[in-house]
């Protein structure tokens, strides 16, 4: 039988919404991750007076792994909206090149 979002620990609860964002993020559903991310933030606080069990530290590091996926994967993201930047500010300096020089002839 499958326990309900409701009968899980709040870690448990967290692990679960961290792979819902870490789904959003490979989705590239930013405004997913962010609206996620306040709900599971306040998970892991209710943890932290938690007694620390093997089980725990298992799920601990789990979150941990989970929070590194999803670093790299907002790291990835953002590279790729600098690099777009780049060009956008490249393609606007050269058009503005071509308009002065255009307005010399």
């Known amino acids: 039988m499958m326990m309900s979002t ?9 692990l679960q919404m ?9 989705a590239r559903d930013w405004d ?3 609206s ?11 943890n932290s007076e938690t007694q620390l069990t093997p089980a ?5 590091l789990q979150v941990w792994v989970q929070h590194q996926q999803l670093l790299d994967l907002t790291a990835t993201a953002r590279d790729a909206v600098a690099r777009e930047l780049d060009r956008s500010r490249h393609n606007h300096r050269a058009l503005n090149t071509y308009l002065v020089h255009s307005q010399d002839d």
């Open 18 to 26: 961290g792979r819902e964002m870490l789904a959003a993020a490979q």
């Open 36 to 46: 996620l991310h306040p709900a599971y933030e306040a998970l892991l606080e209710k």
């Open 56 to 60: 725990t530290r298992d799920s601990l």
């Open 6 to 14: 409701m009968d899980c620990s709040p870690l448990e609860r967290a």
């Open 32 to 34: 997913e991750v962010a």
